[in-house]
């Protein structure tokens, strides 16, 4: 007798603001990590006097887990971008559970976001924290800084390998606070000319 397959899920916990403690699925799906609980919080300690009605972009969302985590915090909008479709799926699920009316969920590839739909929005933090071990992290900020899709007083969140450095980033572009945890490395850029 054949087991029936069921798409394997997992669970991340939002750790404060209006739905702390919720625990929410996110589908089981190669190089999908969500944010670990204990850098999640040291990220929203650092935003905590930005994150209330910002403006938000999460380019990679993956498990949601960052957007979601802003939305909870009182960000005023999240874009949530993401080219997996059982991750959208998720996300989609989540945010209906949730009743979220502040978010845009967009099924397509994050330099394909840029090129087309950024010059149009302006976003105050952005999340940057894709795949591990592709080389996205630098040719994303570039590709973030020419969209032109960054407020005056941007914020950007860089989560990457711990081995890797953080070179080479656009004009103005500076390390505002910056972490290791485990086996990987955050950083908080200001975007500030």
């Not at 998720?90 to 087309?116: C, G, P, R, Y």
């Not at 999340?127 to 591990?132: C, G, S, T």
């Not at 950007?156 to 086996?183: C, H, R, S, T």
Request: hydrophobic share 40%.
């Amino acid at each position: 007798m054949k087991k029936n397959k069921k798409k394997s899920t997992n669970q991340l916990r939002i750790i404060a603001g209006q739905w702390r403690g919720r625990k929410l699925d996110f589908v089981d799906g190669a190089g999908l990590r969500p944010t670990m609980d204990r850098v999640r919080e040291t990220l929203f300690n650092w935003l905590q006097g930005e994150i209330v009605g910002a403006r938000c972009l999460d380019l990679f969302t993956g498990s949601g887990a960052l957007g979601l985590e802003a939305l909870s915090r009182g960000a005023g909008e999240v874009f949530m971008i993401d080219k997996n479709p059982q991750a959208i799926q998720m996300i989609e699920k989540n945010l209906n559970l949730l009743s979220v009316e502040n978010a845009q969920l967009l099924h397509m590839d994050a330099q394909q976001f840029l090129q087309t739909y950024a010059a149009q929005e302006t976003f105050d933090i952005v999340f940057l924290d894709p795949p591990f071990n592709q080389q996205l992290v630098l040719p994303f900020c570039h590709y973030l800084q020419e969209s032109a899709c960054l407020s005056e007083q941007a914020m950007v969140y860089i989560e990457m390998e711990k081995n890797k450095k953080l070179l080479d980033l656009p004009p103005g572009w500076d390390v505002f606070k910056e972490k290791k945890a485990g086996q990987l490395a955050y950083y908080l850029i200001s975007t500030k000319s």
